[in-house]
């Protein structure tokens, strides 16, 4: 990581100044809300602009940036749901986690980027800058992925709807949340 040390209060108010200032989804809130208020978590929360070779890293993302608005990327699987992603935050026990997030002018926004730590780079920034578009492509169509797959459950539903199969539908459903 960078030189610079960010206190666990830096950490916490860039977090509240976050979702006071952007639209974000209720399961990124209450995730953030969560690492916020417990100590241990917040002390090996790394806040970075540049995560894609980090791992794991908890993307947090408003709904205009067009990435997930929460997302964990660890070595070998992504998590989405906050008590898969909390779970495998204690697992790490002592270890650090990183949280990088996508907003509107988040390169202009100066509370982030004074928040930001950023690991050296050991690549030729051309190299870096390739490797962070693919990552973030990545994340782009893994959203597309999870839409197209809710629009799939969704017509799926209408028709079993139609057809009144009332145990199908709460399969679906079911699937749906868990999406």
């Known amino acids: 990581m960078s030189r610079k040390t960010i206190s666990s209060w830096a950490k916490k108010n860039f977090v509240y100044w976050f979702s006071d200032h952007h639209d974000i989804s ?36 408003t709904p205009d940036s067009g990435m997930p608005s929460v997302l964990l990327q660890t070595f070998d699987r992504n998590l989405r749901r906050n008590g898969d992603i909390l779970s495998y935050l204690w697992q790490l026990e002592n270890k650090p986690f990183y949280v990088t997030f996508y907003f509107y002018d988040r390169s202009q926004s100066k509370p982030f980027l004074s928040i930001a730590e950023n690991p050296p780079t050991l690549l030729d920034p051309e190299k870096a800058k390739a490797l962070r578009l693919d990552f973030e492509l990545e994340l782009c169509f893994e959203e597309l992925r999870k839409e197209e797959q809710k629009r799939k459950i969704m017509a799926e539903i209408d028709n079993v709807l139609e057809r009144g199969e009332k145990r199908r539908f709460h399969q679906l459903v079911r699937k749906l949340k868990q999406i």
């Open 26 to 61: 209720l399961e990124a809130y209450d995730l953030l809300e969560e690492i916020v208020e417990n100590e241990e978590l917040l002390s090996r929360m790394h806040i970075t602009e540049d995560g894609t070779l980090l791992k794991p890293l908890l993307v947090i993302s």
